[in-house]
């Protein structure tokens, strides 16, 4: 078993802990979060908007704890780091763990500089380390099912597809009480409909041109956005809507429809575990799974990915750092 620590402990840190667990293929040996307290503390807090499964505080009891990813490194033999920190920490903390000869799999979105991005790339492929940044919605079974149907033409060609993404403000731990972090995100562009933006162009590729429109928020000047991707003629017509414009207790919602040439599907994670398919008389529901299931296998494809060094080709770092190309030229107004 490859051994792993988990470097902030926050929402994404704690999914990321109970994920490994559950995988049965990494071993956990430690967490890096800047106050150890905060590790006990969290574990009992409601953190996130999102449900993704609990992680009891007797699993993570006897881990060492550092308060920095220096002296776990000094410390902690391990072959790979999950980095679930802030954006802003993003590339020093992923430089420091590729110069010191560890694997990263590297919390979305992947560094808002995208010279910093090439230069990590650069620096895995150099040192032949894994580097992957993790999207989950490349790994969620109704999106995974979604692409399946697109890819198999197994309702006709695709011609419409919009993706949504709403939920309120963020709210706990950091990103309430700390401005810069608050203010170095990205907003809801980089930090939540970067997982639209990221699973169309893995999809369906890359836009010629995005007609974006964007509104300010609490995070950003882009807290909202409303696009249409122009794919090209005889290409299906594409939008992406949502942000967290919201009151913080404004429930989390993504959501996806697509019409088909036979058939027309909606996914909501209010029912979330199951796609309506419609026809011209009929509706059916097929079942796909629980949404959370994604950061298990988002996981699973990380551990293959150091068992065998190979390079992440399913989530590469290359096109993770073109979906924040992709967010720039959302608030870039491109000519017709």
């Not at 890359?206 to 950003?220: H, K």
Request: overall charge negative.
């Amino acid at each position: 078993m490859k051994k792993v620590a988990v470097v902030g402990f926050g929402f994404m840190g704690i999914t990321h802990a109970l994920n490994i667990f559950k995988s049965k293929r990494l071993e956990l040996k430690a967490i890096v979060e800047k106050d150890p307290q905060r590790v006990a503390l969290n574990l009992q807090s409601n953190l996130g908007n999102i449900a993704t499964g609990d992680l009891s505080a007797d699993a993570v009891r006897n881990l060492p704890v550092y308060s920095t990813l220096e002296e776990c490194l000094d410390r902690e033999n391990v072959d790979a780091l999950h980095i679930c920190v802030h954006t802003r920490l993003h590339y020093e903390m992923a430089r420091l763990a590729l110069e010191r000869g560890k694997h990263v799999l590297l919390e979305k979105p992947f560094t808002l500089d995208v010279a910093e991005g090439r230069e990590l790339i650069r620096l895995a492929r150099e040192k032949r380390l894994v580097l992957m940044v993790a999207h989950v919605v490349r790994f969620v079974p109704a999106y995974q099912q979604l692409k399946e149907w697109v890819d198999s033409g197994t309702f006709g060609e695709l011609q419409f597809l919009h993706l949504s993404r709403f939920t309120g403000a963020p709210s706990w731990g950091q990103w309430k009480n700390d401005p810069l972090v608050r203010a170095s995100s990205g907003g809801a562009l980089f930090d939540l409909q970067i997982h639209d933006i990221d699973f169309m162009q893995s999809m369906l590729g890359e836009p010629e041109r995005i007609d974006g429109y964007v509104l300010p928020g609490d995070l950003s000047a882009h807290d909202f956005l409303s696009a249409r991707w122009y794919l090209g003629p005889r290409r299906p017509n594409c939008m992406i809507e949502g942000g967290y414009i919201f009151h913080s207790h404004f429930p989390f919602e993504s959501r996806f429809i697509a019409r088909f040439a036979d058939a027309s599907v909606i996914y909501s994670t209010w029912d979330p575990q199951r796609i309506s398919v419609a026809v011209e008389r009929q509706l059916d529901k097929v079942d796909v799974g629980d949404p959370s299931d994604g950061y298990l296998k988002e996981i699973l494809y990380f551990a293959d990915c150091l068992e065998k060094n190979s390079w992440p080709e399913i989530c590469s770092p290359e096109s993770s750092l073109r979906a924040i190309e992709l967010c720039y030229r959302h608030i870039h107004k491109e000519g017709a």
